[in-house]
């Protein structure tokens, strides 16, 4: 998959083949935005035209309001390497900065036609764009571009139940992880490299990795169990990516996918060691001694123990980790491989 960029101080077209694109967030791939995937592919098939998305970095409600925005079910890597999966040919980042927000209708239609040389769109029936909110599907058809709606997504077990990002939050908040999975069409995960932490695990004879998400704030929180994988640059599975980094006798816990290994994994701000506002995702991988620093790690999450829990010291936190892990891997000794 190619990636562009739309920036919008710059009118000169890009070279891009004549495409089909579909315009959004995109924040988790679910299946409603699959459905919408599948239809931009076969119009561009149709009309032997090539495919595209464009999405929004940072997304808007993170440019109006940070603090209160959304979590992120996926970051930019996550999304982007997910609408490959999907079939997207080109992805298209636009810059959503206060010069963005303030084209008109008009201006934003051009750079689609003349800029990024849209064909066709396939839009939300809900879509609009300009900065006075008056930019729909008919706009962009009077202009000239030919527009297919894809009406609402439903959950096939519940008719009147929108698919939504938010609906998808909501479970994962709430420790449901089987539901959420339902609705993405795949098991949740997230993907990031491991970097430095404060060590503060290994005091306490539990050592982690420790994930750098790249979002402002994940949107699950707490103990789960998680299998994980080492992926290369491609991001393709590395068979036994982890075990080969092992001193050769400790190499950890079979996880339930091929070449993975099974981890305990704290996803918040740990309060019982005041890093309130510091989200952290941290992965002990029990009978592993390895160095991982600096390789890029996927981790799935299998299953929600609990929420954060604050304890009153150290000695608290450990004995608190310890019944965590224990009990983690009495779930884990129950499953077969997946």
Not at 85 to 104: C, K, N, Q
Not at 110 to 119: E, F, G, P, S, T
Request: proline share 4%; charged share 20%; net charge negative.
């Amino acid at each position: 998959m190619t990636s562009s960029d739309a920036s919008h101080n710059n009118t000169s077209p890009i070279a891009l083949a004549p495409c089909v694109l579909t315009i959004g967030n995109f924040d988790g791939v679910h299946l409603g935005h699959q459905a919408m995937l599948a239809q931009v592919r076969e119009i561009a098939q149709a009309r032997n035209l090539g495919s595209a998305v464009m999405i929004f970095e940072p997304q808007p409600r993170e440019f109006f309001a940070p603090a209160t925005a959304p979590a992120r079910l996926t970051n930019l890597a996550e999304k982007q390497a997910l609408l490959a999966e999907y079939g997207v040919e080109t992805l298209i980042v636009a810059g959503f900065d206060a010069e963005f927000r303030s084209l008109s209708a008009q201006a934003f239609a051009d750079i689609l036609a003349r800029r990024l040389n849209v064909k066709a769109l396939v839009l939300g029936d809900d879509f609009k764009f300009g900065h006075d909110r008056t930019g729909d599907s008919q706009f962009l058809r009077d202009y000239g571009l030919h527009v297919t709606n894809l009406h609402t997504v439903t959950d096939s077990s519940d008719k009147a139940a929108r698919i939504s990002s938010t609906r998808i939050r909501d479970l994962l908040l709430a420790g449901d992880i089987n539901a959420a999975n339902t609705l993405l069409g795949r098991e949740y995960a997230i993907t990031g490299t491991v970097v430095g932490g404060d060590k503060i695990g290994r005091t306490m004879d539990f050592p982690t990795a420790n994930i750098d998400l790249k979002r402002i704030k994940p949107a699950l929180h707490g103990i789960f169990a998680v299998d994980v994988v080492s992926l290369d640059e491609g991001g393709n599975v590395i068979p036994n990516g982890l075990t080969v980094r092992t001193d050769g006798e400790n190499k950890g816990v079979a996880g339930l996918r091929p070449h993975s290994l099974f981890g305990t994994a704290n996803l918040g701000t740990r309060p019982s060691v005041d890093k309130k506002h510091d989200w952290r995702l941290e992965v002990h991988f029990p009978e592993l001694q390895a160095d991982l620093y600096g390789l890029t790690l996927q981790v799935r999450f299998l299953h929600y123990l609990h929420g954060e829990r604050h304890y009153e010291s150290l000695e608290a936190l450990k004995a608190g980790i310890h019944h965590d892990v224990k009990e983690l891997l009495e779930w884990r000794s129950k499953q077969t491989t997946r």
